[in-house]
């Protein structure tokens, strides 16, 4: 599986080749700014491109900016973005763009190599990754907001889960429910954010996230 790599501090991105290589991807490019990543991934079209949002030379979005770019040349190009905070403007740009896969961690999941290392491939296979933080963040700021507010705190939680991606089967385990009773909460959470209901796990976390992004 071909990746690029967007990261200007050296010893971080000399790691993420160092542990993605070492779980069998092949690394095609790693750079260190804005310019250089839009180049890569229009030139390579990898099958995910981790990126950090800040990169020169603004160190502002360059990141982030370059990657919408590619995916605007290569609809459905998946991108997984490194933040060192949650930037809720950064992670809802992102999310607005609901085709392929997309995914928004912390920095700080890197150190936890199971888990980056599954929400890399998952990502890649056009699914969703958030960090349990944004959809933390993401969810408070519409707490005020109808029809969120008419969700139970259970169906917050199921809906936290489903953002960050999990299936039916696991969010059952996470919560030491049966896998009907999260069916159960999931139907009434489509049904009070008046979204459709599908059977593609993928397409329902994404429905679910355009929302909370909008």
Partial sequence: MRVVI???LALLRDGLIRLLSAFEFE???AVDNGPSLLRALTAH???VAVVDVRLPPTFTDEGLKAALEARREIPGLPVLVL???VEQLYARELLSDSTGGIGYLLKDRVSDVQ???EAVRRVAAGGTALDPDVVSQLLTRHAREEP????TPR???VLGLMAEGRSNAA???KLFVTEKAVSKHTNNIFGKLGLPQSEDDNRRVLAVLAYLGT
């Fill in 155 to 157: 169906e917050r939680e």
């Fill in 83 to 85: 933040s060192q905070h």
């Fill in 45 to 47: 079209r990898p099958e």
């Fill in 148 to 151: 969120l507010q008419q969700l």
């Fill in 27 to 29: 690394v095609v490019e």
């Fill in 115 to 117: 888990v980056f290392v």
């Fill in 171 to 173: 969010i059952a385990g």
């Fill in 6 to 8: 967007a990261e200007d």
